[in-house]
């Protein structure tokens, strides 16, 4: 079955660890021109893009231009012609001149730039002043590593979003045995939906508990 991803606002949890990023998509439009929302993979960084697109389009009457970094980088077009722009797992290297621009664009326009990434820009390598100092000028929002709650959370969507139903008996073995990161979680769901598509089995604890295996074997590597 396809992954059918859900990012409506019903369908994101909001918690402790998450609740600051979201009060930055809901504090729009404010006194910036963009922000920075960074947060290890599988945090929810582009359910919160398409949360913030919603916000805008509900604010604005104007749709939000959601761009992946790698395209961005090969097309800029995709976000110029756009005063607000998602620009999403941003990474270095970075052409710098590129962005600087499109934040001044943004601005010049009274639009905003949501930028998402898995590291804080300050781990971006930037040596152009002018763009240090106006990212700087930017909130700057952690989405912080999971509790049980939005551990609980995640692992229900991914799995709904995999069209897997899976016992309560399993996400509470899941929640006492896996490593406490979202990328862990993306790969017990992801894993565990390919060896039950391969093994024509259900997705049970003894399932996990090798799909556990494998990744203390993957880290240990």
Known sequence: MPVRSVTGRADFFTAPENAEAVAAIDSFPNDF?????FGEKGSGKTHLAHLFAET??????KRAALVSFDQWQSERSLAMENSYIVLENVCAPISEPALFHLL?????????????SETTPIEWNLKLPDLITR????????ILPPG???????????????????????????LKNAERSFSALSFVVQRADALSLEKKRAVTIPLIRQVLDEYAHKKDC
């Open 56 to 61: 805008v389009f509900q604010k604005t009457g």
């Open 148 to 174: 049980d709650m939005l551990m609980q959370a995640v692992l229900l969507k991914q799995f709904a979003d995999r069209q897997l139903s899976v016992a309560p008996e399993v996400i509470a073995y899941v």
């Open 135 to 142: 990212l700087k000028a930017l909130p700057c929002v952690r």
């Open 104 to 116: 001044n664009q943004a601005k010049a326009a009274g639009g905003f730039v949501l930028i998402t």
């Open 33 to 37: 021109h963009g922000a920075v929302i």
